[in-house]
């Protein structure tokens, strides 16, 4: 009997839970993640079982109007972000392959993003991607909770944003506004944080007290004008530079300021703190002890930077495109510098020793070199400078990591083990490598002159390698042009062959730039 209403009781249960709200609507409602669908103008993607994301617009949409809710196959949907976007040239350069030519930065200008649907397929007819439209006025709810990355990137047309009134906590994401036509930006209550480059060139910033994080490049070289609410205690803008509201990190400047006394309450200046700016000259406090990363890149009107006595590391690019930069005074404690921290820095004058451990890029690149000035102390045992080539020692290994600038004849000396750096020139004739040289990873480049390998096993050549002949327009017009010849010992052609690669033997051997003969 007992076991008869067990089993009656459990048929009744099973009932029961098909009749109870959700339960039986929730593989119906899992089946609608990942889902895209077009209602009006605008195109949605589903990422979750109650929330979508926007990630189109109509092609010829001029106000991209965003509701709060949206339904869909008669279910309703919360609208909670703008979707993020990807950077089309992601990864084509990081730290590591930095070459000399460009360093692993976006621009606060534009970028070109793209937006790549989860299930593969194309936009639908009349739609597309946010990130490029041709809009002019976007109309947000209050519903959001980000603006992805990249979203609005190249909407040149785009003049007005119009947020609600608050957010309960919304996050403006790298990038999101680059490339567009806004000129004035009051971001909302409830905004908790903008992200890297977020703003791109808009002149005039508003920010909230909500706002916790703003990222490095909010306030660049094209902000005019930045107001931050009073009840904001996270930030706060001084004399155009903006600190964190305690003053102890420098998070980024406005395009009016040449000359910058950073607080003496600073301990950390931001990465891209100055990148791209005006500044002329940067007095620093003695409480600082690292340039970070991109600090001070292709600030060309900088002339000096000061008060670096307290320093222990120069972080990658920090001083990248600084041409105008003659002196960063003496760097007693300075440990580290690392890879593309000087490249371009050629009025530069830089003091080095022992104590620094340098990257064998940080004054030059593998494609291109405009060299800093280089003193060293009498004696240092670990760089020194031999036929005008900056030659540092690591255990058994001698490597060449900078040139003198426009020299006609570059000799390496025996025993240089390795050539980090591009050598050579559009005026240089004749470089010499010696038997002694084990690896190559710079370009080498000639003005119809002569290239000569003394190694009868060739160097093991880096992937930035590449040997040019030098011509120049004039040259080529009047017939003057001639191939540069490549000179390497009696017995190693095949050798060499095989070492330059595919790649090489096609410049080398077929283009006719070169006369590749042994001695």
Same mark, same amino acid.
């Given at each position: ?365 593998? #494609? ?5 000035? !280089?003193? *060293? @102390?009498? /004696?240092? =045992?670990?760089?020194? +400078?031999?036929? %005008? ?13 900078? #040139? ?5 004849? !570059?000799? *390496? @000396?025996? /025993?240089? =083990?390795?050539?980090? +750096?591009?050598? %050579? ?13 084990? #690896? ?16 009868? +096993? ?62």
């Amino acid at each position: 009997m007992k076991q008869q209403r067990r089993i009656i009781c459990l048929i009744l249960f099973m009932a029961l839970l098909t009749f109870l709200p959700g339960v039986g609507s929730l593989k119906s409602e899992a089946a609608s993640k990942g889902k895209y669908f077009t209602s009006g103008s605008v195109f949605y993607h589903t990422i979750s079982d109650s929330a979508v994301e926007v990630c189109g617009v109509g092609k010829k949409e001029k106000t991209l109007v965003i509701p709060g809710s949206v339904s869909y196959k008669g279910k309703e949907y919360t609208v909670v972000g703008i979707a993020n976007h990807n950077l089309l040239n992601a990864g084509t350069t990081t730290e590591m392959s930095a070459e000399g030519s460009d360093v692993d930065v976006e621009s606060m200008g534009y970028d070109w993003y793209t937006y790549a649907r989860t299930d593969g397929k194309s936009f639908p007819k009349g739609m597309r991607q946010i990130s490029g439209a041709v809009i002019e006025k976007v109309v947000l709810p209050s519903t959001l909770k980000y603006i992805g990355s990249g979203a609005f990137a190249g909407c040149d047309r785009l003049k007005e944003v119009q947020f609600a009134k608050s957010y309960r906590k919304l996050t403006v994401r790298k990038n999101a506004f680059c490339g567009t036509g806004i000129k004035s930006i009051s971001f909302p209550k409830g905004t908790y944080a903008i992200e890297e480059y977020a703003t791109g060139k808009i002149e005039n910033i508003t920010i909230p007290a909500s706002v916790k994080k703003i990222g490095p490049q909010v306030v660049n070289a094209d902000t005019k004008n930045v107001t931050i609410s009073k009840g904001n205690r996270k930030y706060k803008m001084k004399s155009g530079v903006l600190y964190t509201y305690d003053e102890k990190m420098l998070v980024g400047i406005s395009g009016k300021v040449k000359k910058v006394k950073v607080s003496g309450k600073t301990t950390k200046i931001g990465k891209y703190a100055f990148a791209w700016s005006r500044v002329e000259s940067v007095a620093l406090n003695n409480k600082i002890n690292e340039i970070p990363k991109g600090a001070f890149l292709e600030c060309s009107k900088l002339k000096n930077v000061t008060g670096t006595e307290a320093l222990i590391k120069i972080s990658y690019g920090a001083f990248k495109g600084c041409y105008g930069l003659t002196t960063i005074g003496k760097l007693p404690k300075v440990k580290t510098v690392e890879r593309a921290a000087f490249w371009d820095c050629e009025k530069l004058t830089l003091e080095i020793s022992s104590e620094m451990d340098i990257d064998d890029n940080a004054l030059g690149g593998t #494609q291109v070199g405009r060299y800093a000035n !280089i003193i *060293i @102390p009498q /004696g240092d =045992t670990k760089y020194t +400078v031999q036929n %005008g080539l900056l030659i540092k020692t690591v255990g058994d290994s001698r490597i060449v990591i900078k #040139q003198d600038d426009n020299m006609n004849k !570059i000799e *390496i @000396p025996e /025993g240089v =083990t390795d050539v980090a +750096v591009f050598v %050579g020139g559009q005026t240089c004739e004749e470089i010499v490598f010696p038997a002694s040289l084990t #690896q190559q990873r710079g370009a080498v480049r000639v003005h119809m002159g002569t290239i000569i390998y003394k190694g009868l +096993v060739p160097p093991q050549f880096g992937k930035d390698f590449t040997i040019e002949n030098y011509n120049n327009k004039q040259e080529k017009k009047e017939g003057k042009a001639k191939p540069a010849e490549i000179i390497i010992p009696k017995g190693s052609m095949e050798a060499y062959k095989k070492a330059f690669g595919e790649d090489l033997q096609y410049l080398i051997w077929e283009s006719g730039s070169f006369l590749v003969k042994e001695q």
